[in-house]
């Protein structure tokens, strides 16, 4: 895998500050495919610079020429689409067909997308005797994990362009290759130095040093709850406005009235993507107890179908891979019953874990409280619609969630579900629609409109 071994600071690839590097796995196969400089504080400094220095003439930039940058970057990111999902099957473990369909698909759609709102959008609007300009919030720091390495980075970068903001990206350490290749799209697609600048390292380093820089005026998260706290409180001490997607326990809620066989199988597949690394991953499925034992027998059925190291990847990494493991002892040990998969590791080299499915579940269970973030679905029973409800909401989290029913009692019951998206039926994942939490499954929204807004700030003018 290509690697640089610098980092990407006002237009250049450039020496890093220290030293030190991150040498990246193949979580396949577990040989290392490269490695990248690790980060120091002084090359976020350095980065912060680069991007404050651009700030005002990328501001000052009319919105349709900001379109076409964007537009140009989404040009770039599709030639190297090949590449792209190359990399991203190395890092990360996707099976090819998934990284081409949705780990570089998914990005470049959502690079177009703020293409095209960059240029219709009302950055003015008349209220009353006032002009509102909505004008960019300034330099933004942004820290991606490594789930869905490429969308996370477009997520964040291509808003913030469009707003008129400047961006420091700090990308997981476990997917470096893949932001680095984002960082030559930009290159190839002409933004003006400082426009948008990378720096690979640690959280715990180059991340924590991005999110505390006084010269960072947004900082926009995506990751664990831990580590989104922090920013958070760090955040606030400053008075810096923040983003945080924080992840998820969503309940996928099929009502009597569902096509049952069809709704177990969705379920499945809504977990299994990407290995069960997925922040809204549907991972509690809801069943009524007249249906339970049926829908348990289906589970089964279609989770046989993702056989590791085929249609479904291993995990990111070994750490993960034991997390992941651990979690799936710890439903046995609270009394779960495991009817598919377990935690022996199916393959010997690789990170891989066992599609896995647990019945009789409860509802203050660990693995049915905790993200576990792999390919473990947890079946719960409940009594009637509003134990669904109930259960469906008793969650820390609030980020997705399914309803399966007779449309109208499905929307019904959406709407009295404490969560940021529900789809219903199966409905189809619409990169324009806000995607954010309720409760601790984070603060502001992405993609769309609503994603543009986060780094807008508003100035009224009195007339
Ligand atoms: P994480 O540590 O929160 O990583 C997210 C990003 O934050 C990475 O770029 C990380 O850098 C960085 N980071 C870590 N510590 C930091 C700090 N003190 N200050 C600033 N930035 C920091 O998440 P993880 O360890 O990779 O995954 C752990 C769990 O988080 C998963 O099991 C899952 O439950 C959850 N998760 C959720 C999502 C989501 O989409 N919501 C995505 C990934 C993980 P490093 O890469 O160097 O750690
Ligand atoms: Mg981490």
């Not at 970057?73 to 099957?89: C, F, G, K, P, Y």
Request: net charge negative; proline share 6%.
């Amino acid at each position: 895998m290509k690697a640089h071994d610098g980092m990407y600071i006002g237009g250049q690839w450039r020496d890093a500050a220290g030293a030190d590097t991150i040498t990246v796995v193949n979580p396949a196969d577990e040989q290392i495919i490269g490695q990248v400089p690790a980060g120091t504080a002084d090359d976020v400094d350095a980065a912060v610079r680069a991007a404050r220095a651009a700030f005002p003439a990328w501001a000052a930039t009319p919105p349709a020429e900001r379109a076409a940058r964007i537009a140009a970057v989404r040009d770039a990111l599709a030639a190297r689409a090949d590449e792209i999902a190359a990399t991203v099957t190395a890092e990360l473990g996707a099976p090819p067909k998934f990284a081409q369909a949705v780990h570089t698909g998914l990005p470049v759609a959502v690079a177009g997308s703020y293409a095209e709102l960059a240029a219709s959008y009302a950055f003015e609007e008349k209220v009353g005797n006032s002009t509102v300009l909505l004008e960019p919030v300034g330099v933004v720091g942004a820290i991606t994990p490594w789930n869905y390495p490429l969308h996370q980075i477009v997520a964040k970068v291509a808003p913030a362009l469009a707003a008129g903001c400047t961006i420091v990206l700090k990308p997981a350490e476990d997917t470096p290759l893949t932001a680095q290749l984002f960082a030559e799209a930009v290159d190839e697609a002409g933004l003006p130095a400082g426009v948008f600048n990378l720096v690979t390292g640690l959280g715990a380093v180059a991340g924590q040093a991005l999110a505390e820089h006084p010269g960072v005026d947004l900082v926009s998260f995506t990751g664990s709850t831990a580590v989104g706290r922090r920013i958070g409180a760090t955040a606030g001490a400053a008075v810096k406005r923040v983003a945080l997607e924080l992840g998820g326990k969503s309940a996928n809620v099929i009502l009597p009235s569902a096509d049952l066989p069809k709704a177990v199988a969705a379920g499945i597949a809504d977990v299994m993507r990407n290995s069960g690394q997925s922040c809204n991953a549907q991972t509690r499925m809801l069943v009524h107890k007249d249906q339970y034992d049926e829908a348990v027998a289906l589970a089964v059925e279609a989770v046989a179908a993702y056989v590791p190291g085929e249609r479904i990847g291993p995990l990111v990494s070994a750490k993960q891979q034991q997390r992941v493991r651990g979690y799936i002892e710890t439903g046995v040990a609270e009394g779960a019953r495991i009817v598919a998969g377990g935690p022996e590791a199916p393959r010997e080299t690789g990170y891989y874990v066992a599609p896995t499915v647990f019945a009789d579940v409860t509802p203050e269970m660990t693995i049915a409280q905790e993200e576990i973030f792999g390919p473990v679905v947890a079946i719960l029973r409940y009594e009637d619609v509003d134990d669904a409800v109930r259960i469906a909401n008793d969650s820390v989290y609030g980020l997705g969630g399914a309803v399966w029913g007779e449309q109208e009692e499905a929307v019904a019951v959406a709407r009295r579900m404490d969560t940021g998206q529900v789809d219903i039926n199966g409905g189809r994942f619409n990169l324009l629609a806000p995607f954010g939490g309720y409760k601790r499954s984070g603060v502001g929204r992405e993609l769309g409109a609503h994603g543009l807004t986060e780094y807008l700030q508003t100035k009224s003018l009195q007339f």
